[in-house]
């Protein structure tokens, strides 16, 4: 008999996952790199989580990989969980999946209310697991507050070993070169917190 809760679950995803990343899965991705991605999935509930830095030209899958880990957390915590209606189901996983344009502006709108040692820093942001999509892509290199706030959300994160996915176009050595961005990079190129991988391929947009 099949799980009633099966296309409540479906339909909630498909109400979060845009409609071209929705068949996005772990046997869609490169046999490559596939290894290190199921690796990484699979430390996310342990002592050791380790998030990946994903990296590769325009239109690669790397926000595709980010769903499947999206999807991953979804299943894993949703059985068997009576959900509130209208509750934010984000919160039950412990989990964010923003774009880098939209943490800065999380991060911009924050009234500033977190724990009292980090007051930069929105609850959003402290989940236990962090998505960022297109990093690099909301930098603005005349906002020095906003800059300073991303430091402490990724000194914050690193500190604690919070699972933290981030898909970006740019590579580490390219980060290095923009102003300020020193300690976020080292903080990201730490091998012990976070899997580089090189996502292979163009664009499969074209």
């Known amino acids: 008999m099949e799980n009633p809760g099966k296309h409540k679950f479906k339909n909630y995803l498909n109400s979060v996952i845009p409609p071209r990343h929705r068949k996005a899965r772990m046997s869609l991705i490169d046999p490559g790199i596939r290894p290190l991605i199921k690796e990484s999935v699979e430390s996310l509930y342990t002592k050791k989580p380790k998030g990946l830095l994903l990296m590769g030209q325009v239109?690669?899958?790397?926000?595709?990989?980010?769903?499947?880990?999206?999807?991953?957390?979804?299943?894993?915590?949703?059985?068997?969980?009576?959900?509130?209606?209208n509750h934010p189901i984000d919160s039950y996983l412990n989990l964010t999946f923003v774009t880098h344009a939209e943490l800065i502006n999380i991060l911009r709108n924050s009234s500033g209310i977190g724990e009292s040692e980090n007051i930069g820093i929105p609850k959003k942001l402290q989940r236990r697991i962090l998505l960022i999509d297109d990093f690099?892509?909301?930098?603005?290199?005349?906002?020095?507050?906003?800059?300073?706030?991303?430091?402490?959300?990724?000194?914050?994160?690193?500190?604690?070993?919070?699972?933290t996915f981030i898909s970006t176009n740019l590579t580490p050595s390219k980060l290095r070169k923009w102003p300020g961005w020193e300690r976020i990079v080292d903080r990201i190129a730490d091998p012990n917190w976070m899997t580089h991988i090189v996502v292979p391929g163009g664009s499969r947009r074209k």
């Open 59 to 85: 239109g690669c899958g790397k926000t595709s990989i980010l769903w499947v880990v999206y999807k991953y957390c979804f299943y894993h915590r949703m059985n068997g969980i009576n959900v509130p209606k």
């Open 136 to 163: 690099g892509c909301g930098y603005d290199d005349k906002a020095g507050w906003n800059l300073s706030l991303q430091d402490e959300l990724f000194d914050y994160r690193w500190k604690r070993c919070l699972s």
